[in-house]
Each structure stands twice: as C-alpha cells, then as structure tokens.
C-alpha cells in the first residue's frame, strides 16, 4: 500500500482564518479523497481530489469553504476557509487502492477557538 | 443520503473473550471493508471482501461479506490489550466502483479488560 503523509499533524487556529492540509503520496495514485471526523464520530467525505480538475464534492460541502487542489498524481491540499469552532475535527487524505480499497493517511488535528 | 448501521457502538471484554460486529444496509454493496483507528491515527486497512458469501481471515480476525450483499461481520478471537481501537466497516456500493467513493459505518469502540 501507499505511504501517506499529512501536513501538519495538528493545529489551533483562530476563528476567521485558513488553514491549508497537504498531503503527500510516495507514489502516483488515480483517486484521492479528503474526509472530515468531527470529535467521537465516523469519516464523511468532504470531496474527490480530480487531478487537473476541479475536485467534485459531497451534499453539505462547498468549494468556497474547503477548496482543494490536485496538482498531480502525488500531492494534494485542502484548506478550510474562514474557520469556527465547528471545524474543529481531524481531517483525513485517502487514496485508492487497486481493488476499490482506500488508504488513509494519519491525519491532520484541528481545532479552532 | 445512504446509511451503514454497525454495531455494537461500543463493547467492553475481558482479555482472552471474542468479539463480533456487524454492518448492515439496505442497500447492495460491491465491497466491505473493515478499518482500526487507534487514538490519533488514521484508520489502518484489516480486511477487504469482494464476493457475496466470502469468509477472509487476517490473523485472530475473521470478516464475512454477506450472502444478501446487504451486510457484513467481523470477528475478532481471543482477544488482546493491543485490539483497543475503533473498528470501523466501510462499503463500495453496487454500481459505484468508478468513483471509488466508500461509506463509513457509525464504529464500534472496543475496550479490552486484562
């Protein structure tokens, strides 16, 4: 499987501002997800990072709020824009694996006061 | 927008006792999946299942895809301090491979006693 890391691991920012996640894969991969995991709760997907495209995102999400980008088949960000308190989760990149598994990367902690 | 139940939410074993959970859906699924979280990682890949009635073991655990397509169980023998995690199921739907979207069950939280 693929080696994921995540920058960075855990952050705490102020309300109003940005915080951009990257997340880097050791080797070229077709999909790559970002989901969020509010505080005792399970993964939702935020958005499909589309390499050369705009990333396609889940009912509830916006690209004004998470933009991300996809530059190529390695790398990915996703920034969470004008954050509140009720950002405050662990944000997680994902990549698909060759028979419809995923692999996760460890995670970005943030939380917002 | 599509469900997975899982459960139990959370158990609670004396070290040495098995444990079983399960995932159901009314929805077909072309694969199951079955993650462990430990506290401050992402969910690290168990087993993966690809055919309704198919029984794959990793080790002490065992998971299921279910003959409907509509469930799944894992199981876990004897089990250890190191299993506390959460476990989590994910599945593919049917017709959905060239999105390679997953949806994730609610996760059971499993403490083992030593």
């Known amino acids: 499987s693929a080696v994921i890391s995540q920058k960075p691991s855990r952050d705490i920012c102020q309300r109003g501002t940005s915080l951009t996640i990257q997340c880097q894969v050791d080797?070229?991969?077709?999909?790559m997800f970002w989901y969020r995991q509010q505080p005792g709760q399970s993964l939702t997907l935020i958005a499909t990072?589309?390499?050369?495209?705009?990333?396609?995102?889940e009912s509830g999400f916006v690209i004004d709020k998470f933009p991300i980008s996809r530059p190529n088949l390695t790398f990915s960000t996703l920034t969470v824009s004008n954050m509140s308190p009720e950002d405050s989760s662990i944000y997680l990149c994902?990549?698909?694996?060759?028979?419809?598994?995923?692999?996760f990367g460890p995670g970005t902690r943030l939380t917002v006061l | 927008g599509q469900q997975l139940n899982q459960s139990p939410q959370s158990m609670f074993i004396q070290e040495g006792e098995d444990v079983s959970m399960n995932c159901t859906s009314s929805?077909?699924?072309?694969?199951w999946l079955w993650y462990k979280q430990d506290p401050g990682e992402g969910p690290v890949l168990l087993i993966a299942?690809?055919?309704?009635?198919e029984l794959t073991s990793n080790g002490r655990l065992t998971a299921q895809f279910g003959i409907t397509r509509k469930d799944s169980f894992l199981n876990i023998s004897a089990s250890i301090p190191s299993d506390v995690g959460i476990y989590f199921c994910?599945?593919?739907?049917?017709?959905?491979?060239?999105?390679?979207?997953?949806?994730f069950g609610q996760g059971t939280t499993l403490q083992v006693k030593p």
């Open positions: 994902s990549v698909g694996g060759a028979y419809n598994e995923q692999f």
């Open positions: 929805s077909i699924f072309n694969t």
């Open positions: 299942l690809y055919k309704a009635g």
């Open positions: 990072a589309n390499q050369g495209s705009e990333a396609t995102y």
């Open positions: 994910a599945g593919q739907l049917y017709g959905s491979s060239n999105t390679g979207k997953l949806i």
């Open positions: 080797s070229q991969v077709t999909m």
